[in-house]
């Protein structure tokens, strides 16, 4: 394994293994067969005695090479990779689960993973609880009555909702449940779930991981045992990652650590920043000392991360006014990118709910997503400042 500080293994975890004809970089081995002349060796291969691949489905050297670097920045024994990150917590969860079973998770997931909750994982007559978001108490108690799979996500979507990983570890582990993470928002930069006891670590490689919104990927972290039957699961069910995509992927994780310190800084300034503007009503970032889970994200992240949330007076009238108005920004459903983007939660995230599903979960109908770029703070800062200008000359905000 590749030894190192954090940008050093982020550079070269999983490149040299995969070089060839002297190039530097990981080549995109555009094949779908790998053959051979000797049928022994064939065979060897063929039956995991012997190193090397057989069919793209499932194995390929790129995908490889995207594999150990991810599980080298985990910490992780073994890693595998998907085609998307749904793909990734799909086959996770039906790689364990069996009717009758029962899974803990809260109620503020991705919105893919809420519906894998609420609509299919029913259907195959898994027992779902949802609990409400960092109420540990109530985590705990419904962990004690048992069940096979305890799945978090933290941060969470929209209002980055903090829950403490150790302690859901613990109370997982002393029950006999796979507890697994979805590390998207965090990244290895600035949270490391494995080390606080977890079992599973997963990402959605399409956000931070790659960083440049053009390829989508998923990975799975985490023992050998269990990350090997997940593997075989997605080996034979398909859903792989395409050699083209682990490569952008790849390209894009060696900058990881300049990306996220950047995008740390940059989230945190905006959150201050948004703070002095009337027309703000609330702001969400985990390194507000006000946030009201800053503390258990101070004991376990290393840094904030780039993702805020915001809601401004006078509801969508406002959003429909101020999102538009910004020239810094993509307007799009995903994050995580060198670029910063910004949406409404009623449009991305919680599209599928209705306006009173969104208030029950604490999400007002004039939410901003606000995913911090690379770009400079300055040029961020005042393209706000702008765009709320622009707002209160069309609008007059009822406070
Ligand atoms: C985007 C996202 C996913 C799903 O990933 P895809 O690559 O879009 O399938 C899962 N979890 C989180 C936290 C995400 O942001």
């Known amino acids: 394994m590749t030894q190192g500080k954090f940008s050093t293994r982020s550079i070269w975890a999983g490149e040299k293994d995969q070089l060839a004809f002297g190039a530097t970089q990981v080549p995109v081995v555009h094949s779908v067969s790998f053959g051979y002349e000797d049928m022994d060796e064939w065979y060897e291969v063929a039956t995991g005695k012997k190193k090397g691949h057989i069919y793209g489905r499932n194995t390929n050297p790129t995908v490889e090479a995207f594999e150990d670097k991810i599980k080298n920045l985990e910490g992780g024994e073994a890693a595998t990779s998907f085609s998307t990150g749904m793909a990734a917590i799909s086959n996770t969860l039906t790689t364990f689960l069996t009717p009758g079973d029962r899974i803990v998770s809260i109620k503020d997931t991705y919105g893919g993973t809420n519906?894998?909750?609420t609509e299919f994982l029913p259907k195959m007559n898994v027992d779902v609880e949802l609990c409400e978001t960092a109420n540990h108490e109530v985590l705990e108690a419904e962990v004690e009555k048992g069940c096979k799979i305890l799945y978090l996500e933290t941060p969470t979507n929209p209002t980055v909702k903090i829950t403490d990983i150790e302690r859901m570890a613990k109370v997982g582990k002393a029950n006999g449940a796979i507890v697994i993470v979805d590390n998207t928002f965090a990244t290895p930069v600035n949270q490391n779930p494995l080390d606080l006891g977890v079992d599973l670590v997963i990402h959605s490689a399409t956000k931070f991981l790659g960083g440049h919104a053009d390829a989508l990927g998923?990975?799975?972290?985490?023992?050998?045992?269990?990350?090997?039957?997940?593997?075989?699961?997605?080996?034979?069910?398909?859903?792989?990652?395409?050699?083209?995509?682990?490569?952008?992927?790849?390209?894009?994780?060696?900058?990881?650590?300049?990306?996220?310190?950047?995008?740390?800084?940059?989230?945190?300034?905006?959150?201050?920043?948004?703070?002095?503007?009337?027309?703000?009503?609330d702001v969400f970032y985990p390194g507000l000392e006000e946030h009201v889970n800053y503390d258990i994200a101070k004991k376990q992240m290393h840094g904030f991360g780039g993702m805020l949330s915001f809601s401004v007076k006078g509801g969508v009238e406002t959003v429909r006014e101020f999102i538009p108005a910004l020239q810094f920004a993509n307007k799009a459903a995903n994050l995580g990118a060198v670029e910063t983007i910004v949406g409404p939660s009623r449009t991305t995230s919680h599209v599928e709910c209705t306006p009173e599903e969104r208030a029950a979960m604490g999400i007002p109908e004039g939410l901003i997503r606000y995913s911090a770029g690379i770009e400079d703070i300055e040029d961020l800062k005042a393209d706000l400042k702008q765009a709320f200008e622009k707002v209160e000359q069309k609008v007059s905000p009822k406070s």
């Open 115 to 117: 519906k894998i909750f």
């Open 218 to 281: 998923g990975a799975l972290v985490g023992s050998r045992e269990l990350v090997e039957q997940v593997y075989h699961y997605r080996e034979i069910n398909g859903a792989t990652l395409d050699p083209m995509s682990a490569y952008l992927l790849l390209r894009g994780m060696k900058t990881l650590k300049l990306r996220i310190d950047q995008q740390n800084k940059n989230a945190h300034d905006i959150a201050e920043y948004l703070k002095t503007f009337d027309i703000v009503e």
